[in-house]
Nanobody, 115 residues
């Protein structure tokens, strides 16, 4: 079955950068929209960034100007480049993909930003 696997999380100091990647496997059809969500302990899950198959993007207000989402349509991969990280960015980050019939979630990768 379809799998989404995130990588690239870790511990970084405030002001640092990280690049998250999401790889897919088992897809029968190309994914449509792909996105990154995040959830901090005790907080609601929130949409961080989204990108469609034709390259249209949208971002949460809190990350605009700092994060960039990109994708490779042929490989159904998506990345999130994060700059100027803040402690408030600390969360588990989840990759999301909308397939032809179903939606899929990755297992998450932890991003921790120290003060």
């Amino acid at each position: 079955q379809v799998q989404l696997v995130e990588s690239g999380g870790g511990l970084v100091m405030s002001g640092g950068s990280l690049r998250l990647s999401c790889a897919t496997s088992g897809t029968i059809f190309s994914l449509n929209a792909m996105a990154w969500y995040r959830q901090a302990p005790g907080k609601q899950r929130e949409l961080v960034a989204r990108i469609t198959s034709d390259g249209r993007t949208n971002y949460a207000d809190s990350v605009k100007g700092r994060f960039t989402i990109s994708r490779d349509n042929a490989k159904n991969t998506v990345a999130l480049q994060m700059y100027s990280l803040k402690p408030d960015d600390t969360a588990a980050y989840y990759c999301y993909g909308q397939g032809a019939f179903n939606s899929y979630w990755g297992q998450g990768t932890q991003v921790t930003v120290s003060s």
